[in-house]
């Protein structure tokens, strides 16, 4: 017998394909017409029948291209000043956490509570979570989203700070 959840998730999954469907057809209806349109224009009823002459192909002159920017390297100062805030900010976040732990307190991040059980698991924690967003940063710097690039590690941090006010705040 099919549950309450599951008879809902189908309507709404039926519902949501339903409607891309109907987005398509009058898509592809709306392109057809504009298609038709275009022939109708490129062919008037009363133009002549015989081919004109084609004109010669001008010859095109090759102009170099301008210089291309320079790609910026990826460990410049301000990612290495941003990434050592990072990770002090991931440092002291680890050590307030640790102790408030420690005191008897709990873990609110629901992804750092299960490791949160040691010391070395509330570590490995802190330390993946700063590779975690060098690597992503690195992503950006590769596919040429540089103002991303610089957003990840500053937003690592405005989270860390405010886990440490949080956890300093709360002893």
Request: with cysteine.
């Amino acid at each position: 017998m099919p549950t309450k959840f599951s008879t809902a998730a189908i309507r709404y999954g039926l519902a949501s394909l339903l409607a891309v469907l109907g987005l398509c057809a009058a898509g592809h209806a709306q392109q057809r017409a504009q298609q038709q349109v275009a022939m109708a224009l490129l062919e008037p009823p009363d133009a002549p029948s015989a081919m004109e002459p084609v004109r010669p192909v001008e010859p095109v002159e090759l102009k170099p291209l301008p210089e291309a920017p320079r790609h910026r390297r990826f460990w410049d100062r301000e990612n290495t000043l941003l990434f050592a805030g990072t990770v002090l900010t991931s440092a002291g976040d680890f050590v307030v956490t640790r102790n408030n732990l420690q005191g008897g307190g709990q873990e609110l991040n629901p992804i750092a509570r299960i490791f949160s059980g040691s010391t070395a698991g509330l570590a490995v924690n802190f330390v993946g979570e700063t590779a975690g967003v060098t690597g992503l940063s690195y992503i950006f710097h590769k596919t040429g989203h540089h103002r991303l690039e610089r957003l990840a590690p500053m937003v690592n941090m405005a989270a860390s700070g405010y886990a440490i006010g949080y956890g300093l705040h709360h002893r």
